[in-house]
């Protein structure tokens, strides 16, 4: 089968450093990517590695490490407009087909107080 | 340039019923998928049309079934709708299949009474 695993919530306070974890299991892996999710908001696009290493998109930071089959999202210099949920996801083959599919954590809240 | 519009943006049906919802992709994209998301939990996937064809299914039932019409847009149809069918539905498209990345529309929330 495959799932992923990431912290459920996270609290932080502004200009702080946070670390968003995310381990997976799956079969047929092509990259992690991870999204934004405000209250009410569609996910947002954030981040994909697809090869071991780290990404760096101002603010926001992506690792990955194939061999661990770990990631993680870090977020610099917190803001408040960064309290939203995060999710990684896998993409993977969808099931015997020729797409894929991205399949998504539970999704980890941040909570960023002043 | 538009962004991924999904329509309706929200409605209410009743157990049995069927539903259909739309989407549009950003112009240029010729991938769709449709994901289901249940309040605190992640969107889980159901199709991915690419070219007009399924190119992957998730683990949803029969009653779940979708089709990509020639100008790219899609419909998801949901028949025989049950209470747990109430989520918010998300249309994501990309340029190709590959998905590496994806871009959601604000998706049609969905409640069945």
């Known amino acids: 089968g495959q799932s992923l695993e990431q912290p459920s919530e996270v609290t932080a306070v502004e200009g702080a450093i946070v670390q968003i974890n995310c381990t997976y299991q799956?079969?047929?892996?092509?990259?992690l990517s991870w999204y934004q999710q405000h209250d009410g908001g569609a996910p947002t696009f954030l981040s994909y590695n697809a090869l071991d290493g780290l990404e760096e998109t101002g603010r926001f930071s992506s690792f990955l490490s194939r061999s661990d089959s770990y990631g993680y999202l870090l977020l610099q210099e917190l803001q408040m407009k960064d309290s939203a949920s995060y999710f990684c996801?896998?993409?993977?083959?969808?099931?015997?087909?020729?797409?894929?599919?991205?399949?998504f954590g539970k999704g980890t809240t941040l909570s960023v107080s002043s | 340039d538009a962004g991924v519009t999904q329509s309706p943006t929200h409605l209410i049906k009743t157990r049995g019923q069927h539903v259909t919802l739309r989407c549009s992709p950003i112009?240029?994209?010729?991938?769709v998928s449709w994901y289901q998301q249940v309040l605190g939990q992640g969107p889980q996937f159901i199709f991915q049309y690419y070219e007009k064809e399924e190119r992957g299914r998730g683990n949803f039932p029969d009653r779940f079934s979708a089709r990509q019409f020639p100008n790219y847009s899609s419909e998801l149809n949901v028949n025989a709708l049950l209470l747990g069918d109430s989520a918010l539905y998300l249309c994501?498209?990309?340029?190709?299949?590959?998905?590496?990345?994806?871009?959601f529309g604000e998706g049609s929330w969905l409640t069945v009474v």
């Open positions: 799956t079969s047929g892996f092509y990259g």
């Open positions: 994501a498209s990309s340029f190709d299949g590959s998905g590496n990345t994806i871009y």
């Open positions: 112009s240029g994209h010729k991938s």
């Open positions: 996801a896998v993409r993977a083959r969808a099931l015997n087909q020729a797409g894929t599919a991205l399949i």
